[in-house]
């Protein structure tokens, strides 16, 4: 392990991500195929440090905003940066939600609303974590009953794997004592070009969505409720354009999101198969990256609150120098019967399978 660790593409020492934190030790990761190509993983929070793979001229870069040390990656001023989320990606109204007839209430972290599990979410947690083999690496969380305000003992775990068509499978399992609610994700910031100081911005990056609908939200980026056509609006991807193209349009929706920061309903044959979502291809570099998920939902954000901090090896990462794709069912589905239901009871697993494939264009 130690020689997996200090010879590594992206300079990351291990000796830098290792500390006590919440009474349990953390720990840098790397996950390599057989091209040699790298995932760099902590387990504080799962959050990806490093993906390590080539533009069309073989040039290897890392292309996910991260931190070099684990004390940047605990004090981050984005605490969703690269992370898993839960127990609730996205949003919920007022942190407020009833199940069975009872309330509860959650942290306010967004405004009004709570976000992505509350400020000591899945992204601010030292996981239990173990690697399997040189590809793969198992994290284990048990989010205890009424942890952030959510009932329920929940045990959580995610697999990462990196195979060897340089795809990122991430695969999720959860199981809970008591009926709760349960939409887990992945922050990933992605960053094509290679993070640089500056790391460049995303407007040129050709963006694809395999999707027909989106959800309008208001101004605090809560759903409006019915889901909304694309057709002649700033979202639609469904044939590729530049990121940059609609950004800022003179659109409410565009407005309200500060950019994109939507819930994209993805065109699915059938509940629950693992399906193309969205590919991105960075001109400049010809590197692509893929998106397929098992989700009804993606949350494409154009990282419009980004502030320029400073990240990995120095890089910096200004506003809109990264996209995400957040796998996830929709945005406050405890208070809306009518999206798909995000309910776990006692006796059922849940399952979630995302993949980020990154290739090039040539």
């Known amino acids: 392990m130690s020689e997996n660790i200090t010879k590594n593409l992206s300079g990351l020492k291990r000796e830098d991500f290792q500390a006590e934190i919440q009474g349990k030790k953390t720990d840098l990761f790397i996950l390599r195929n057989n091209k040699g190509y790298e995932v760099a993983i902590t387990n504080y929070g799962g959050a990806m440090v490093a993906i390590m793979v080539p533009d069309r001229n073989g040039k290897v870069a890392n292309v996910i905003m991260g931190h070099d ?39 306010l972290n967004n405004g009004p609303n709570s976000l992505h599990g509350g400020p000591t979410g899945f992204h601010a947690r030292v996981w239990d974590a173990k690697q399997i083999d040189t590809q793969t690496l198992e994290l284990h969380y048990v989010a205890a009953d009424m942890e952030e305000g959510f009932p329920g003992k929940l045990d959580v775990t995610v697999v990462y794997q990196f195979n060897d068509d340089n795809a990122l499978v991430i695969s999720y399992k959860a199981t809970t004592d008591k009926k709760t609610v349960v939409n887990l994700t992945n922050h990933g910031y992605f960053a094509l070009a290679g993070i640089a100081d500056p790391t460049p911005v995303i407007d040129d990056l050709i963006c694809e969505i395999n999707a027909d609908h ?22 639609d991807f469904r ?61 494409c954000y154009s990282d419009n609150w980004g502030t320029g901090q400073k990240g990995t090896h120095g890089a910096t990462y200004p506003r809109r120098s990264a996209i995400c794709f957040e796998a996830q069912h929709f945005p406050d589905s405890p208070n809306r019967p009518y999206y798909p239901s995000v309910v776990l009871c006692p006796g059922e697993t849940y399952t979630q399978k995302t993949i980020y494939k990154f290739g090039t264009d040539n």
């Open 69 to 107: 040390n684990i004390n940047d990656v605990v004090n981050k001023p984005e605490p969703f940066l690269s992370t898993l989320i839960g127990r609730y990606g996205n949003r919920i109204c007022n942190g407020r939600f009833t199940l069975d007839g009872v309330e509860y209430t959650l942290a």
């Open 214 to 235: 989106f959800i309008p939200i208001d101004e605090t980026a809560i759903p409006l409720g019915p889901i909304a056509s694309v057709e002649g609006t700033p979202f």
């Open 239 to 299: 044939k590729p354009k530049p990121v940059g193209q609609d950004i800022d349009a003179d659109d409410i929706q565009i407005k309200n999101g500060a950019g994109y920061d939507h819930c994209y309903v993805l065109n699915k044959k059938e509940v629950g198969e693992l399906s193309f979502a969205a590919k991105i291809t960075e001109p400049n570099t010809g590197r692509t990256m893929e998106v397929y998920t098992t989700e009804p939902g993606v949350q």
